[in-house]
């Protein structure tokens, strides 16, 4: 599904060149759940601009479907930070993407309501983005990417602002709305936690530029709630990305 080939990437800045990348080589398949996690400053945000087509590698090529990126448009992404229209109601805000899509209104409005389901946003469709938590915006912002059917998903530290208990609902979420897709994901987080809990591969990088330093298979199968973070595996697990990461800062 998406190719990355001797991906480096070097920002100017008014200090000098930043070298953010350094030659990644990766194959993500059809419907995984993949995030990168590393150190603060390892190029996970750099990529996913990339992979969105929002920048330009200084050298390589990303491929969707082998065919190279070279606009935005294959991948939806989310952010950490709300994007959602503040003029508009909730229902608005996530019918926005499909105006010009040449679905009818009839298939919009169903695409719309199967969407608002989907995030627990039902009772919530008529609401201003000012009469919702972070939570529910952050559902509303997932909505927008869900109801246009995506078949990539960027996810930017999508759940990064929220409180402990909020996060672990949005998890869930997250997951759920992964299967239900069929979408094939791409996530970057600090939260080792939740890299685990949702993801099919973990992959480290190495301090800035980043290199891939070891890809992790997970294996809690498809059905996952919070509870699986009490287990033996998942606590191991969680050990073994800490030291992995550790060792990358000391370096």
Avoid at 10 to 22: K, M
Avoid at 103 to 111: A, F, H, I, V
Wanted: charged letters at 20%; a neutral charge; glycine letters at 6%.
């Amino acid at each position: 599904m998406i190719q990355l080939s001797n991906i480096s990437h070097t920002y100017t800045s008014t200090t000098g060149p930043i070298c953010a990348l350094n030659g990644l080589n990766f194959y993500i398949q059809e419907n995984e759940f993949v995030t990168f996690v590393g150190p603060s400053g390892c190029g996970k945000s750099t990529l996913l601009h990339i992979v969105a087509g929002f920048v330009r590698p200084t050298e390589g090529t990303v491929r969707i479907q082998e065919e190279p990126v070279l606009r935005p448009g294959r991948a939806r992404m989310v952010f950490q930070a709300d994007a959602v229209f503040p003029w508009l109601s909730a229902q608005q805000n996530i019918e926005y993407g499909l105006r010009h899509s040449g679905l009818s209104e009839t298939d919009r409005r169903g695409r719309v309501t199967g969407a608002l389901t989907a995030a627990g946003l039902t009772d919530f469709a008529t609401k201003w983005p000012r009469e919702l938590s972070g939570g529910m915006r952050k559902r509303l912002e997932l909505a927008r990417a869900y109801v246009s059917h995506p078949d990539i998903w960027l996810l930017d530290e999508p759940l990064a602002s929220l409180d402990y208990f909020t996060r672990e609902e949005m998890q869930v979420l997250v997951h759920n709305l992964w299967r239900s897709a069929n979408s094939t994901v791409v996530c970057a987080t600090h939260d080792l936690e939740e890299a685990l809990f949702l993801s099919t591969q973990v992959v480290i990088l190495t301090r800035r530029p980043g290199q891939i330093k070891e890809v992790v298979n997970v294996t809690f199968g498809s059905e996952r709630t919070p509870k699986i973070k009490l287990s033996d595996e998942f606590v191991t697990l969680r050990r073994r990305l800490l030291t992995l990461i550790e060792r990358q800062q000391s370096q």
